[in-house]
């Protein structure tokens, strides 16, 4: 079984300026996937970034990176520049190695303010 | 490319009634196929997963089911709606290979009266 969860409700930040989303995630699995997902308020499940747990260099994508921690079971995701259209919930989610169960923290809401 | 296509975008349905949403996938062949309810600010569940035609898994028990008489089509049900069936409904898929990452529909926003 896995556990993923999001300890921060709500965050906010100042466009243009750099916030970290924190994430921890407990598995029995020796191989695993994880994942950020953003949902805006247009409820679309967007893909941001993705890890996987074997490869020991961060993972990261434009403006997107993750600071994964194997060993403290902590995937944290950090947001540079944020611009106003970042604005979503976002969510944690881990896979095992079939895939199939993905399971999702509860979410962090964030608001770039201008 | 590959676009994944779930509809309708809302509804609105009475206690009782029957249901069936739709979700198809196009631009790939046997894909694994995703059901999720997501409530109010909340995370999501998944509730019904496929890795082939007429095969489903149920991981949480409960008044709905699903089906996937076509590879790429996956349809979620119900014969009577329950007021704790609201909600908000995503489908998903997945490519075969497990290192892949689920890419989700727009979702149906359902509501019980």
């Known amino acids: 079984a896995q556990t993923v969860t999001q300890s921060q409700p709500e965050m906010s930040v100042q466009e243009a300026e750099t916030v970290t989303l924190s994430c921890t995630y407990d598995?029995?699995?020796?191989?695993?996937?994880l994942f950020w997902y953003k949902q805006p308020p247009s409820r679309q499940m967007i893909l941001v970034i993705r890890?996987?747990?074997?490869?020991?260099q961060n993972a990261t994508e434009n403006r997107f990176s993750v600071n994964f921690q194997k060993a403290a079971k902590s995937f944290s995701l950090k947001i540079s520049d944020s611009q106003l259209g970042d604005t979503a919930m976002y969510f944690c989610a881990s896979a095992g190695n079939a895939g199939n169960m993905l399971t999702f923290g509860g979410g962090t809401r964030l608001m770039v303010k201008p | 490319s590959q676009t994944i296509h779930q509809w309708p975008a809302t509804l609105v349905q009475p206690v009782g009634s029957p249901l069936s949403l739709e979700c198809t996938v196009e631009g790939t062949s046997n894909p694994n196929l995703y059901w999720y309810r997501q409530a109010a600010g909340r995370g999501l569940q998944l509730l019904f997963y496929s890795v082939g035609i007429g095969q489903i898994s149920s991981e949480v028990p409960q008044n709905l089911s699903a089906s996937r008489p076509q590879d790429r089509q996956f349809i979620l049900s119900s014969k009577k709606l329950l007021l704790s069936d609201s909600g908000f409904y995503l489908c998903a898929w997945r490519g075969i290979a497990s290192n892949q990452p689920q890419h989700f529909g727009d979702g149906t926003r359902l509501s019980i009266l």
């Open positions: 598995t029995s699995e020796n191989n695993y996937y």
């Open positions: 890890q996987e747990a074997y490869k020991q």
